[in-house]
Nanobody, 126 residues
Framework: QLVESGGGLVQAGGSLRLSCAAS????????IGWFRQAPGKERTGVSC????????LYHDSVKGRFTITGDNAKNTVYLQMSSLKPDDTGVYYC?????????????????????WGQGTQVTVSS
């Protein structure tokens, strides 16, 4: 089970930290991803992390503003979001992907992820 938290309403330029707590399995053995779904749009990958080799992928739109990290002791993954923009608005989901040694561009996509949290709403006002 994955449970996201930390969403909310924030003004443009502000920051939020999302958390994804896992139970029933350990996060350090699977690719972990954060995804977002804006109203009327498809769910897209924001950032993915491979704990096996530390590879991290970011969507171009969030590079330099978002940071994904993991805390193995707490079995939790975080998404630190800074310099938020109205276009960042959406429901953010964390998900567990395959047990692989690394990830490459093109792998941070929803079909590659099997276990999903319920999502947390992020709204950025202009």
């Amino acid at each position: 089970q994955l449970v996201e938290s930390g969403g909310g309403l924030v003004q443009a330029g502000g920051s939020l930290r999302l958390s994804c707590a896992a139970s029933g399995f350990t996060l350090d053995r699977h690719v972990i991803g954060w995804f977002r779904q804006a109203p009327g749009k498809e769910r897209t990958g924001v950032s993915c992390l491979s704990p096996s080799d530390g590879t991290i992928l970011y969507h171009d739109s969030v590079k330099g503003r978002f940071t994904i990290t993991g805390d193995n002791a707490k079995n939790t993954v975080y998404l630190q979001m800074s310099s938020l923009k109205p276009d960042d608005t959406g429901v953010y989901y964390c998900a567990i992907g395959p047990h692989v040694s690394t990830i490459v561009q093109g792998m941070c996509v929803p079909p590659a992820f099997a276990i999903w949290g319920q999502g947390t709403q992020v709204t950025v006002s202009s």
